[in-house]
């Protein structure tokens, strides 16, 4: 898969709903009825971070969940990789990018939204063919006036920003034009993924799918 393939299948997924949830499970036992309650509330595209021993086995089990489009977040290594893609992730995300990440990535076939956090990132990945990409940490990089700031020279990126992203702030980062999406955990709260209240994820879920962009 070619950089510009790669970015043409992470814009479609970006485009599924104004937010992409990114997602921390520790059992899998939670990733089917998760997964049905983020996308019975209008979420499809899901983000599963490779941060917990469990991440491998909660992507195969949402894989399973008609309707949803599961993706890998977090992949540092070709490893990573090639581990999400045997567990039947469809895209990637990554905090930065590394040479030899993208060419796993391009390798495999799997779709990645890398992470850029300034120009400089943002113009070598470009350059490699990349107009599609994450901007992480959105917040700590400052916020959506930096993003902005960043997509006046560099208008041909599409950006998803993650890291800090809320309710609150969301729609000042999906009101710019360089914004597809956000990627955000507040979604799935701790509290509610571990009591089981998929209903309240459902409508939180639904609040984030009517948010403008």
Not at 14 to 38: G, I, K, N, S, T
Not at 91 to 101: E, K
Not at 150 to 159: E, T, V
Request: charged residues 20%; negative net charge.
């Amino acid at each position: 898969m070619t950089p510009q393939e790669a970015s043409q299948k992470s814009e479609a997924i970006c485009r599924l709903a104004p937010v992409v949830p990114v997602l921390v499970v520790h059992d899998a036992a939670h990733a089917q009825p998760l997964a049905q309650a983020l996308v019975d509330g209008g979420l499809p595209a899901l983000e599963v971070t490779l941060r917990t021993p469990a991440a491998l086995d909660v992507i195969a089990e949402m894989a399973k969940v008609e309707g949803g489009t599961v993706g890998a977040g977090t992949l540092l290594t070709p490893e990573d990789v090639q581990r999400a893609v045997d567990a039947g992730a469809k895209f990637g995300v990554s905090p930065g990018a590394t040479d030899r990440l993208l060419d796993a990535c391009e390798e495999a076939g799997l779709p990645l939204l890398p992470g850029a956090a300034t120009s400089t990132e943002a113009m070598r990945l470009l350059e490699r063919g990349y107009t599609v990409q994450k901007f992480f940490p959105a917040e700590a990089n400052g916020g959506a006036k930096a993003l902005k700031a960043i997509g006046a020279p560099l208008p041909q990126i599409r950006f998803c920003p993650t890291g800090g992203v809320s309710l609150a702030n969301a729609p000042d980062y999906l009101g710019l034009s360089n914004t597809l999406c956000v990627g955000g955990s507040w979604v799935a709260p701790s509290d509610k993924v571990q009591t089981g209240d998929w209903d309240g994820i459902t409508a939180l879920a639904r609040e984030a799918a009517a948010l403008p962009r």
